[in-house]
């Protein structure tokens, strides 16, 4: 069975930008949850969806957005990206929304220039 | 109060021994209690995890040991080989709120040595 999937695999953009992130989960899985990981340190939470509607965010700036679609899928949208943006951002699935283990894919490497 | 502690930063260990790395968490309403191991260039794998109801739970030569009074937990790697040179994070989830979030540790690299 596929794991988590995440396209790009490495993106690199300068400072104003914008950019989109995508992710597909496991099989079955409704629930995806997006992480940053900044280089040393461990990942941190944006945000959580389930069946389409957001179920929590993290202590990040409105330049962050996402969505899920029907198909579980998810995107992450971050506009006007400034340098300290640039980090391994992660997508976890999960079966239910609550207390569930979370499998991740292998994350999106941005660069901002 | 979301915090999880994580220790030591680094970790050198002798192929077969034993890794031990330590979590500290504040936050006692978490319940759910993974630990995930991640390569160079790769997404973290969840290793295994461990809910308050119990004390021990080991898979292969993988072992979570957890302490609820003392709001701690660590995972012991048994006979550690080469090929577990990796960095581990603890993690935390539960509490308020709709979200199931993780909250990580600051990670252990591991490297075992021949």
């Known amino acids: 069975d596929a794991g988590v999937t995440q396209s790009p695999t490495h993106l690199i953009k300068t400072r104003g930008q914008q950019v989109t992130l995508r992710c597909s989960p496991i099989?079955?899985?409704?629930?995806v949850s997006w992480y940053q990981q900044v280089l040393g340190q461990g990942p941190q939470f944006i945000f959580q969806?389930?069946?389409?509607?957001?179920?929590g965010r993290g202590n990040f700036p409105d330049r962050f957005s996402a969505r899920q679609f029907p198909n579980y899928s998810s995107e992450l949208n971050v506009n006007a990206l400034l340098l300290g943006d640039s980090a391994l951002y992660l997508c976890?699935?999960?079966?239910?929304?609550?207390?569930?283990?979370?499998?991740f894919g292998d994350g999106t490497r941005l660069s901002i220039l | 109060q979301q915090q999880v502690k994580q220790s030591p930063q680094s970790l050198i260990v002798q192929k077969g021994g034993i890794s031990i790395i330590n979590c500290a968490y504040e936050?006692?309403?978490?319940?759910?209690f993974p630990w995930y191991q991640q390569f160079p260039g790769k997404g973290p794998a969840l290793l295994i995890a461990i809910r308050p109801d119990v004390s021990e739970k080991k898979e292969g030569r993988f072992t979570i040991s957890f302490n609820k009074s003392a709001k701690q937990f660590s995972l012991h790697i048994m006979d550690s080989q080469p090929g577990d040179s990796a960095t581990y994070f603890c993690a935390a989830m539960g509490g308020t709120g709709t979200a199931s979030k993780l909250t990580f540790g600051t990670g252990t690299r591991l490297q075992v040595t021949l």
């Open positions: 969806y389930y069946e389409k509607e957001e179920r």
């Open positions: 099989s079955g899985h409704k629930s």
């Open positions: 936050n006692t309403a978490f319940d759910y």
């Open positions: 976890a699935s999960s079966l239910g929304q609550l207390n569930q283990p979370q499998h």
